[in-house]
């Protein structure tokens, strides 16, 4: 049974065949969205994936002297995929750095409160930024309103991505009216 690294990856491959270096860079953008990987982390997997039968290789030529491999999911990957999806799914622990920082706030002084939010709120605003470029890229795709397509997934997954950030900027901002009120 793959690990999640591994389904990441067999997702990843459904939708194009890739090398190992596109996996790595696909992991970044849009998966590191909400799932991350190392570079070094996808080749030991897409060994143990294609170890078990669930991905397989054509050798193409590669950027340098020696020809590199492109992957693809095997039937039997499509299937462990498919299976994983619709799985049930336990509650997973929540470990976010960033909100066990602001749940501490109270031991600063509110001007660098503030100012650790406000560095928040940034980064939410850059990643809604980012949401919304994706978004608009998928705009007038018809596979976007499609069930059955990549393009629909990645849609709903960005609009999710969206209403979280949007969300986390309201919070922001309730969080420096309050450092910011009078007292």
Same mark, same amino acid.
């Given at each position: 049974m793959?690990?999640?690294?591994?389904?990441?990856?067999l997702?990843?491959?459904a939708r194009r065949?890739?090398?190992?270096?596109e996996?790595?860079?696909r992991m970044?953008?849009?998966v590191?969205?909400?799932?991350t990987a190392?570079?070094s982390?996808?080749?030991?997997e897409l060994?143990r994936l294609?170890?078990?039968?669930?991905? &397989?290789? *054509?050798e193409?030529p590669g950027r340098?002297p $020696?020809?590199?491999?492109?992957? #693809?999911? /095997?039937a039997a990957?499509?299937?462990?995929?498919r299976?994983?999806?619709?799985?049930?799914?336990a509650?997973?622990?929540?470990?976010d750095?960033?909100v066990?920082?602001?749940?501490?706030?109270w031991?600063?002084?509110p001007?660098a409160?503030?100012g650790?939010v406000?560095?928040v709120?940034a980064?939410h605003a850059e990643r809604l930024?980012?949401?919304?470029a994706?978004l608009?890229?998928?705009?007038?795709d018809?596979a976007?309103? &499609?069930? *059955?397509?990549?393009?629909?997934?990645?849609? $709903?997954?960005?609009e999710?991505? #969206?209403? /979280?950030?949007?969300?986390?900027?309201?919070w922001?901002?309730?969080?420096?009216?309050?450092?910011?009120?009078?007292?």
């Amino acid at each position: 049974m793959p690990s999640d690294l591994g389904y990441a990856l067999l997702g990843l491959l459904a939708r194009r065949p890739s090398t190992g270096y596109e996996l790595a860079r696909r992991m970044q953008r849009p998966v590191g969205f909400f799932w991350t990987a190392g570079h070094s982390q996808v080749y030991p997997e897409l060994a143990r994936l294609e170890d078990d039968g669930l991905v &397989e290789h *054509d050798e193409v030529p590669g950027r340098g002297p $020696l020809p590199t491999k492109r992957y #693809r999911p /095997t039937a039997a990957g499509l299937d462990a995929l498919r299976t994983w999806v619709v799985a049930d799914l336990a509650p997973q622990p929540v470990r976010d750095l960033e909100v066990l920082r602001l749940w501490s706030l109270w031991v600063v002084e509110p001007e660098a409160a503030a100012g650790l939010v406000e560095r928040v709120r940034a980064g939410h605003a850059e990643r809604l930024a980012a949401y919304e470029a994706d978004l608009a890229s998928l705009a007038g795709d018809p596979a976007a309103l &499609e069930p *059955d397509s990549p393009a629909f997934a990645s849609r $709903l997954t960005l609009e999710g991505g #969206r209403l /979280t950030r949007r969300a986390a900027l309201e919070w922001c901002d309730l969080m420096l009216a309050e450092l910011r009120r009078p007292r």
